[in-house]
Nanobody, 125 residues
Framework: QVQLQESGPGLMRPSETLSLTCTVSGYPITDSVYYWNWIRQPTGKRLEWMGAIAGSGSTYYSPSLKSRASISRDTSKNQFTLQLTSLTPEDTAVYYC?????????????????RGPGTQVTVSS
């Protein structure tokens, strides 16, 4: 069974850099079929795709976040990590990691089949 679990700090200050890790069990993140995504949902708003890393290690980012987001991985631990710089209160959201397949040729839209439970990140001074 595939399971994903997010981990990271819950409270951040403006201008800080957020680092979240997704630990995957039951499936190798190096497999070429799936993409490993970070998505978030601010309270009362829709889900927002942030970026993804492919089994090859290639990365893809939302144009609105490309300059601030970075995704990396540790294949020995079957983990992938999101770093988000220059935080503002608008980055307050529940952050999820998810496994998906690409449904657009520019690798910005995915269909997800497994998702972690999510972790709340609050940015406040």
């Amino acid at each position: 069974q595939v399971q994903l679990q997010e981990s990271g700090p819950g409270l951040m200050r403006p201008s800080e850099t957020l680092s979240l890790t997704c630990t995957v069990s039951g499936y190798p993140i190096t497999d070429s079929v799936y993409y490993w995504n970070w998505i978030r949902q601010p309270t009362g708003k829709r889900l927002e795709w942030m970026g993804a890393i492919a089994g090859s290690g290639s990365t893809y980012y939302s144009p609105s976040l490309k300059s601030r987001a970075s995704i990396s991985r540790d294949t020995s631990k079957n983990q992938f990590t999101l770093q988000l710089t220059s935080l503002t209160p608008e980055d307050t959201a529940v952050y999820y990691c998810a496994r998906g397949v690409a449904v657009s040729s520019d690798y910005t839209e995915f269909e997800y089949d497994y998702r972690g439970p999510g972790t709340q990140v609050t940015v406040s001074s």
